[in-house]
């Protein structure tokens, strides 16, 4: 590749408005690292906690702890003004993503048709990419999730895992001798997106502007949606280009193959073929981009766990690593919400009646923290075994990137615990900042500090590529 994301970071994000309100929620912290604690004092009943502050996305694991013991499907307005139902505790969850009286389709939505594009990505209607399996129902689901699951098999992403490692060490050599980077912009941000443009079959010439695109969708994506439709109505015309080019020359990438099923009979449409690369795309970095993120920042804020899986991966027991990605998931996962979902009918969802057309957010990250399936669900324990969490779904919409991720971020975190054993944060706890958007939980930058790998004796890391 030519380019690196790492040479050109991503902009800062700009500070928070002087008149946002700060008052913190009924909470305690460890130097600025979550704690999250699951109930209050005995005999005494905290006030409902104001939710989507900047304080609430910091930690917001105290607040939904007191909506799942309270309120645990609970109407709310939403930062956009629109109005949505949240489920927060374990086995309502599970039944919602499960339930097909709950539409993924955003027409079942009742609010007025000006209001329907608050419910979705930005943009993603004006530029015809309504059509991923996101947005839709079986049976067209169905058609096309069976179309690209074929490139998430065991099999093709164990043939991916060389790739990962390559990209991992390479990111990581840009910086192994600087002392100090930042892990989302320099490390976290570009190995999705190398991962994600390699898999659809994007030119490595043509990388940088999807770097820019996805740049802009981490920026905004808690902010004005004006950006993110924009680098949209980008991707769009660029991936309506790429389809024509593989349709020329077709190679082994997923979008070759998306066309190559099309030319064979499964009648899927320009525009599905678009939409479907553009929310693998979407979906596919922002999530891996926050697991690795978190994943970190969980660590570094708990030291204990992070020295036992230090000493199993230096010992090469690759167990822990394994049941310790599916609880960094569960503790602190990237997709805070699931994407919306609309009742198509009337419904009771744990005891409270849900209308037709009403707005359904299922709260992953509440669900994962719910003590009535996870025994001290707000500790972090690598060695988790019973760890049938929700952080990539559950149902027919599970997420089918979620094995690529998986490798990407196990690779990620044995590559750095290796090769930066001393990792450290860079800046007090209390000064990281969290991005505000609604759906995912991600940091917006991860500072850290490390002996050079030079300065290391005995240092026997993987020469540049």
Request: glycine content about 10%.
């Amino acid at each position: 590749m030519n380019h690196s994301p790492a040479d050109q970071p991503i902009d800062e994000p700009a500070d928070r408005p002087a008149d946002e309100p700060t008052a913190p929620l009924a909470d305690e912290s460890v130097g600025g690292c979550p704690v999250g604690r699951s109930g209050a004092s005995p005999g005494v009943r905290p006030a409902a906690p104001e939710l989507f502050t900047w304080e609430f996305a910091t930690d917001p694991y105290p607040a939904y702890a007191w909506l799942r013991e309270h309120s645990p499907v609970h109407r709310t307005a939403l930062p956009s003004g629109v109005e949505a139902w949240l489920v927060t505790r374990y086995a309502d969850a599970r039944q919602a993503l499960a339930d097909t009286r709950l539409s993924k389709n955003p027409a079942h939505h009742a609010e007025p048709a000006h209001a329907k594009g608050k419910t979705g990505i930005p943009g993603e209607r004006k530029a015809e990419l309504m059509t991923h399996l996101l947005n839709i129902d079986p049976p067209d689901h169905t058609r096309l999730r069976r179309l690209v699951s074929k490139a998430f098999t065991p099999r093709r992403v164990a043939e991916f895992a060389p790739r990962v490692q390559e990209l991992t060490d390479r990111l990581i050599d840009r910086f192994a001798e600087e002392g100090r980077a930042d892990l989302i912009h320099d490390f976290a941000f570009p190995l999705p997106i190398y991962a994600i443009c390699d898999l659809l079959g994007v030119p490595p010439e043509d990388q940088d502007d999807f770097r820019d695109w996805a740049g802009m969708m981490i920026r905004h994506g808690g902010g004005p949606r004006g950006g993110v439709a924009r680098s949209v109505k980008k991707m769009r015309g660029y991936l309506a280009e790429l389809i024509h080019r593989k349709r020329e020359n077709p190679g082994e990438d997923l979008i070759s193959g998306l066309i190559r099923a099309s030319d064979h009979g499964e009648h899927l449409t320009e525009n599905e073929a678009a939409a479907m690369a553009f929310i693998l795309l979407f979906a596919g970095f922002e999530t891996t981009v926050n697991l690795i993120g978190n994943g970190v920042h969980s660590l570094l804020c708990d030291p204990e766990q992070r020295a036992l899986l230090q000493h199993s991966i230096e010992t090469e027991e690759g167990g822990l690593l394994e049941t310790g990605i599916e609880e960094l998931l569960r503790y602190d996962g990237p997709v805070e919400l699931a994407t919306w979902r609309f009742a198509t009918e009337p419904l009771t969802l744990g005891g409270q009646e849900i209308a037709a057309g009403d707005p359904v957010l299922v709260v992953l990250a509440a669900a994962d923290r719910d003590p009535e399936r996870f025994p001290d669900p707000d500790t972090l324990d690598l060695a988790r075994r019973d760890n049938q969490h929700l952080g990539y779904g559950h149902g027919i919409h599970y997420c089918l990137g979620a094995p690529l991720a998986r490798l990407e971020g196990r690779t990620a975190l044995a590559t750095l615990l290796r090769r930066l054993p001393d990792l450290r944060l860079a800046v007090e706890p209390g000064d990281l900042r969290w991005r505000g958007g609604l759906i995912m939980r991600g940091l917006r930058t991860l500072p850290v500090e490390f002996t050079p790998e030079s300065g290391r004796a005995g240092n026997d890391s993987p020469s540049t590529l």
